[in-house]
């Protein structure tokens, strides 16, 4: 099935919001056609599409195919199919659904490209040649004018109209609107960049100081109000968002901050971790590992070891496990997943902030589903690939608190997590299973 609950295979950037509403699940209902159930099992939209995705918690809208029209259907059952292109090209992008059409010869393909607003409903139609993918939370939204000499402007998700004209130059996509600015920049009939501006959603520009230019041209953002920027000798600081020079330039180079802190590197052979202020917290000559959030980060350690440290706290722990070849930052629960590498294979484990392994390696994880999320509602999905060959759900205490017995499952989305069990017969039980791991609803095909 060509959308498969496709909203379940991207990228979810709402985890842990909540709405009146919370997710409705796309189910397959008895007379092989789509709906959607609430977390309980129930119908809240009869089957009746030939395929739909899930609706997101905060989201109004889901995608649904019918005959050989796509579209979308609202929470109230209003059926929007998209009438102005024939075979439309629509995917799920973070927090929006983009539309696009290919047409011309072979040689000459062309594209033509909208978006919808599963928030509210809005379609801007066919309009742009490319609308910005991964797009933020801001009510702008990048769109371009040509698909090979692009320039950007800005459209409203509340309209689906143009209210910042094409102006801004990109390498191979808008800038996106980060805490309220975009780092944008225009360039001359040669592409050479001419001058950077944080711009406001009002449209109103402020330029960098001379001779500045963004220092991550290709997708600059603003963090916790600051950005980095390289002056003409390509060392690298930060400027607010009125472009003043608060932490002169610097250094070679510097990732944007998270959680009061920024890596920044001094040298090929060293690199650190400074604060708002520009104070250097940190200074190492220990290959960087780039998994650093909020204060904490990990050094390799000898004997295929990480040690796992924390800007303030200072050294945490340190691991030896055979094989280690990767530590990801902790997650809120306190919890941080570890990979091994051993021939052509890669296993997971997770071990505690006091250093303790709650989980051997040997889980590999959803890779198309939520990516970079780990134990949303408190389990995390794992597939046993060296043993039974099967899935299940591990806990926060590294307890395989749904056993293996899936040959296919997702994370959680809100209460619910689509699975499929083969049975006996040949025949897979499609559906949806609870955290106690009871079904929900199902369906056999």
């Known amino acids: 099935m060509k959308k498969l609950l496709c909203g379940i295979l991207c990228l979810l950037m709402l985890l842990g919001c909540a709405s009146a509403e919370g997710y409705w699940y796309s189910a397959k209902g008895d007379n092989g056609l789509w709906g959607h159930i609430d977390e309980t099992g129930n119908w809240v939209i009869p089957p009746k599409f030939d395929d739909a995705s899930i609706f997101f918690a905060e989201e109004d809208y889901a995608w649904i195919q019918q005959g050989d029209k796509q579209g979308f259907v609202s929470r109230t059952g209003e059926i929007r199919l998209l009438e102005d292109t024939e075979d439309p090209l629509v995917d799920y992008f973070s927090n929006v659904w ?53 320039q950007w402007g800005y459209a409203s998700r509340d309209t689906g109209e143009l209210v910042i004209p094409y102006r801004y130059g990109a390498y191979d996509r808008g800038a996106n ?85 920024a890596a920044v590197k001094f040298s090929e052979e060293e690199w650190g971790i400074i604060d708002h202020a520009g104070n250097v917290l940190m ?52 919890l941080c997943i570890y990979k091994t590498h051993t021939g052509d294979n890669y296993r997971c484990g997770v071990v505690n902030m006091q250093g303790e392994i709650i989980s051997e390696a040997k889980w590999t994880f959803p890779e198309y589903d939520q990516p970079d999320v780990y134990f949303p509602s408190g389990l995390q999905a794992v597939y046993d690939i060296d043993g039974t060959r099967l899935a299940g759900y591990l806990d926060e205490s590294g307890e395989l608190a749904i056993p293996l017995q899936f040959s296919f499952v997702t994370q959680f989305y809100g209460k619910l997590a689509y699975v499929g069990m083969v049975q006996d017969d040949g025949t897979t039980q499609y559906g949806y299973i609870n955290q106690q791991g009871e079904w929900v609803y199902s369906w056999t095909e």
């Open 98 to 150: 983009i539309v696009m059409e290919y047409y011309g010869a072979e040689s000459e393909i062309d594209q033509r490209a909208g978006f919808f607003d599963p928030t509210n409903g809005v379609y801007s139609g066919l309009q742009w040649a490319l609308v910005r993918e991964w797009a933020s939370d801001s009510r702008l939204i990048a769109v371009a004018n040509d698909d090979y000499y692009a």
């Open 177 to 261: 609107f980060c805490e309220g600015y975009a780092a944008v920049y225009t360039e001359d009939e040669n592409y050479v960049i001419q001058e950077c501006y944080l711009l406001n959603e009002a449209g109103e520009e402020t330029p960098l100081p001379d001779g500045m230019q963004f220092a991550n041209i290709y997708d600059p953002c603003v963090s916790e109000g600051l950005i980095a920027v390289a002056d003409e000798n390509g060392r690298v600081g930060y400027c607010n968002t009125a472009c003043e020079v608060v932490i002169a330039p610097q250094f070679a180079e510097a990732e944007d901050f998270s959680g009061g802190y």
């Open 283 to 334: 200074r190492t000559n220990a290959p960087y590992d780039h998994y650093m959030q909020n204060g904490y980060y990990v050094l390799p350690a000898e004997n295929d070891g990480l040690t796992m440290c924390h800007v303030e706290q200072g050294e945490l722990f340190t691991l030896q496990i055979e094989n280690l070849v990767e530590f990801w930052k902790p997650e809120r629960n306190g």
